[in-house]
């Protein structure tokens, strides 16, 4: 299925929309001590601007590998960003996972602090690649 180009933007503007209401989920739960949570829309932040990217860039999929892969080999290994938000992408989806599938998971909120500066950084990373914003 192709994307009319108007489409394309609309959707990209979208999942950058839907990165944005990630932030401000993230600060609602860890000011409520929801940290298993907050990890969770951590990583789903950055997966939605890995989305816009995607579609920016005409590679489409909704699966996380594929899609940290497809980053990775396209921006990171590539030197198009720096590798460090390979790295931030990756311990993100593991983490997620780790926290959305195990048991007994917990995370201190020093971590998860970190975990949100560094989100917020990687946004600001793909957000610079992208047509719109």
């Known amino acids: 299925m192709t994307i009319e180009d108007n489409d394309r933007i609309d959707l990209i503007k979208y999942r950058l929309q839907q990165a944005e209401e990630a932030v401000s989920d993230v600060e609602l739960l860890i000011n409520n001590n929801r940290l298993r949570s907050a990890v969770n829309r951590i990583y789903y932040g950055m997966f939605y601007s890995l989305l816009a990217l995607g579609l920016a860039e005409g590679f489409e999929t909704s699966k996380h590998a594929q899609l940290i892969g497809w980053f990775n080999k396209s921006f990171v290994f590539s030197g198009k ?7 931030i992408i990756t311990k993100a989806f593991n983490r997620r996972t780790k926290s959305d599938y195990d048991t007994f998971v917990t995370y201190e909120n020093d971590e998860v602090l970190q975990m949100f500066d560094e989100m917020k ?8 690649l992208l047509p719109v914003s």
């Open 121 to 128: 950084e990687f946004l600001i990373q793909i957000k610079n």
């Open 81 to 87: 960003i720096n590798d460090r938000f390979g790295k």
